[in-house]
């Protein structure tokens, strides 16, 4: 481990609650809000990586939007590079914009299916005036040389390239501003292994030469494993764990990240592996339990009844690993 | 060995491309065995053939724009599906042969109940009555472990989860005991501990039914922990096949080797994973101009002038008896090529 590095991004208290659907014209029956995300805090290193993993519907997409304000949170504070990213006015912001990008999963969905390679990238660099028309033209050259592409592809459509192209294509569009932060939302979950593994690699690699800072979102640990300096698990809106990677892969605390890991399927048949097989399912959040929020599907032995009624904070049960369990010291 | 439950020989399905211009060659001369009781996995990447292998077993190719070319055979307890009678097949699909896919919202009927559903294929099947049709629905929620049965019987696939309503997909295919239960990525739109729970009941029930499974997924690790076998498919054809165990020790076709080495691991150490992954160059052809040879030959380490030129036969690797682990590499016939780039 290097000496720690100033954090580049910040977040504390971060807090978004989308309100119920009443229904047809509102008339419905008010119900509860959904606690899509509770109370998070994270700081990421500048040019390192925290994987933000969880489940379907645990709130990992929203706080990464939040990061953009592509949601505005309800409560919370996020800092980038010392500026206060909820304080600012909507020029300001746009200005800040350029500093953070995102990339999404599903890169059928996100470049716009009427628009040629050439002109998605050339959008963010007209509008944040970055480059002349001239100019324009040799960065979109020097992006889709970047990101592994032909330049020939710039006169592409969407829909003439395969999965991992447009992936390559969404990368080098967040790029193009030339951004300190990333936000990567399931980057990789819908390519196939092979593809998956070159796109990876091609993160690693641009991570490294432009010192760029990255939120990885997944729902894929064993991908995680492979690119998170940190990582932070979510479950119903809440951080339940945080910790330097190899601590929380070698020794998890939280008993939801230890069946979270033990569920991953491994390609090795020989594996003897004790599997965690959890009980029941995620609860909605609109409705979460009293207490620790996984207290009814929790394995621990130790769960007693303290468990149904106090939340347990997310505090440091190992140098640097952080747990909301209170039994996070004894062995599951 | 025992008779196979079913044996599909030079399977080939074709599409004729929506412009007219050209033929899809989705499947192009597939062949594997399934024996009673054992689970078979069929592993590839999109694009590879293994859904329409698939619906190819079941007759569910929509034709046009797909055919199932002459000389293709599929062969389920001794009969040719491929010759039957609609009728006869009807009698088959369902009752002898169940399949479960990957998407449980869009294969279930969202205007009927989901005990309906499930005892839909016992009432056409068996004649069930009414009463004993809902009867044989509550019995099959309890069976894939839905909680409150009786309660659910009446419910709508809307007001279940994913995991849920994947149960009730196993519950509607296994409704009539079949031999051979086809599940096409069943897990993949699940989270990964409600994935643990539908994997654990499959294998399951498949111990208590005595079934065969057909198990179609993209995911190694699924087929590392459940399958018997498992057939390997690239650009419409079996590259490989083998025993789970020998197959994960042993890969010898150099897409399979790719593949295992491109898979992040979770059983690492992680000052082990950090770095590079290995990837396989360039991406899947086309199936409408498949490359000539080898049609792995172009993302070949290994390739050389052969490969480029004849298309390698099914080769024996010598492991067990004939037939066990078969590669469609020519790197069998000159193995030392292999070790020169190790």
Known sequence: MTAPAPALVDVAGLVKHFPADRGFFGLGRARAAVRAVDGVSFAIAAGRTLGLVGESGCGKSTVGRTML???????????????????????????????????????????????????????????????????????????????????????????????????????????????????????????????????????????????????????????????????????????????????????????????????????????????????????????????????????????????????????????????????????? | MTEPLLRVRDLKTYFVTEHGSGTARAVDGVSFEVYPGETLGLVGESGCGKTVTSLSILRLIPEPPGHIRPGSFIEFEGRNLLTLAPRELRAIRGNRIAMIFQEPMTSLNPVFTVGDQIAEAAVVHQRLSRRAARARAIEMLKLVGIPDPDDRVDHYPHQMSGGMRQRVMIAMALVCHPKLLIADEPTTALDVTIQAQILELLDRLQRDLGMAVMLITHDLGVVAGTADRVVVMYAGEVVEQAATAELFARPLH????????????????????????????????????????????????????????????PLDAGAGEPGAHTVRCWLLTEPQRRSARA
């Not at chain 1, 999965?163 to 196939?192: K, M, N, T, W």
């Open chain 2, 254 to 313: 150099p897409y399979t080797e790719g593949l295992l080495a491109s898979v992040p691991r979770i059983d690492t150490r992680v000052s082990q994973v950090r770095g590079r992954l290995h990837s396989i160059p360039g991406q899947v052809p086309a199936a409408t101009a498949w490359p000539a040879g080898c049609r792995f030959h172009p993302r070949c380490p290994y390739a050389w002038d052969r490969c480029r030129q004849e298309a390698p036969p």
């Open chain 1, 69 to 332: 304000r592509l949601i505005e949170p309800d409560a919370g504070r996020i800092t980038i590079d010392g500026r206060d990213v909820l304080a600012l006015g909507t020029r300001e912001l746009r200005a800040l914009r350029r500093r953070m990008q995102i990339v999404f999963q599903d890169p059928y969905g996100s470049l716009n299916p009427r628009m040629t390679v050439r002109q998605t990238l050339a959008e963010p660099l007209a509008i944040h005036r970055l480059a002349s028309a001239a100019d324009a033209e040799r960065r979109i050259v020097a992006l889709l040389e970047e990101v592994g592409l032909d330049p020939t592809y710039a006169q592409s459509y969407p829909h003439e390239l395969s999965g991992g192209q447009r992936q390559r294509v969404g990368i080098a569009r967040a790029l193009s501003v030339e951004p300190q932060f990333l936000v990567l939302d399931e980057p990789v979950s819908a390519l196939d292994v092979s593809v998956q593994a070159q796109v990876l690699n091609l993160l690693a690699d641009l991570q490294q030469r432009r010192h760029l800072t990255f939120l990885f979102i997944a729902h894929d640990l064993a991908v995680v494993k492979h690119v998170a300096d940190n990582v932070a698990v979510m479950y119903l809106g809440k951080i339940v764990e945080r910790a330097p990677a190899p601590a929380l892969y070698a020794a998890p605390r939280h008993p939801y990240t230890a069946a979270l890991l033990s569920a991953v399927p491994v390609p090795d048949p020989k594996a003897q592996r004790d599997r965690i097989v959890l009980t029941g399912e995620v609860p909605s959040p609109a409705a979460p339990p009293p207490g620790c929020p996984f207290h009814p599907r929790c394995p621990h032995p130790k769960k007693n009844e303290r468990c149904r009624t106090e939340p347990p904070p997310l505090r440091e049960v190992a140098p640097e690993q952080l747990a909301a369990c209170h039994f996070a010291e004894e062995p599951l």
